[in-house]
């Protein structure tokens, strides 16, 4: 590839030159694809001022499709021989855009702080047993991310974009609404992965919003619990939650939502509504 990105021969190599056989665990699939990796840099719609973070750069494959189009590229990788070979790979590959890159061996789920300008688009290729937390974790952790592209499995990219009232719609869906809009962005087949998964992927885009008037934690918590029993209504649902179903008819009536209704019909901004509502007294 004349613009250095990594083909399936390049990707072999790399992996032999390692040892490297990718583990499940981790979420190892890695891109060998140019032309997926150039649409998915293309969706990202980068800024050249923009600072991108990438989660578990693997290889490189994207990384190298990020470099020329940002004006840096952070990467945390929890696997250390992954983080140890990429600044190579780069320096080998596009020696010009090697100084844009800093990699961090961290795992993202417990990233605090990030060396280096704070980064505001996320681009990746999410490890798929830890994605949605990670992807929650960095919009909570970095309100300078303004938006976000993310592959993964291609049922969690329904879940993150769907809209209230589908059977898509969950935790997932009202979590990262809470942060953003969150829209599908394209649809990314199996065959461009390697080790292949026994799943489509798909593209998920979030562009960040303010979040609805609220507390974060608390809205939060009434989410999980009306969607730990998602098939009850919610004055049923919520009688944990809010001490009876007594008392979450009454919370439910104070936020103006009918107690019959169930979880998936609610926004966002309504789930923050409910928890904005006082603990009834005695309950
Ligand atoms: N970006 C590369 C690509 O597209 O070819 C690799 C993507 S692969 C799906 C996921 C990567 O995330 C792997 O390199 C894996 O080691 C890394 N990873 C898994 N869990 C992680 C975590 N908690 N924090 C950071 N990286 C992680």
Known sequence: QTDGL???????????????????????NFLHDANTIRRIVRTAELRPDDVVLEVGPGLGSLTLGLLPAAAAVTAVEIDPRLAALLPETVAARRPDLAGRLTVVEADALRVRELPGPPPTALVANLPYNVAVPVLLHLLELLPTLRRALVLVQAEVAERLAA??????????????????????????????????????????????????????????????????????GLRAALAGWAGSAAAAETRLRAAGIDPSTRGERLSVAEFARLAGTSPVAGA
Do not use: C
């Open 6 to 28: 990594l083909g399936p021969a390049a990707i072999r190599e790399l992996a032999q030159q390692l040892g490297l056989r990718p583990t499940k665990t981790l979420g190892q």
């Open 163 to 232: 809209p209230p009232g589908g059977a898509a719609y969950g935790v997932p869906s009202v979590k990262a609404a809470w942060y953003g809009t969150a829209r599908r962005a394209g649809n990314v087949g199996r065959r461009v992965f390697w080790p292949e998964p026994n799943v489509d992927s798909g593209l998920v885009a979030l562009d960040r919003h303010d979040p609805p008037p609220g507390d974060r934690a608390a809205t939060f918590a009434v989410v999980d619990a009306a969607f730990a029993m998602r098939r009850k």
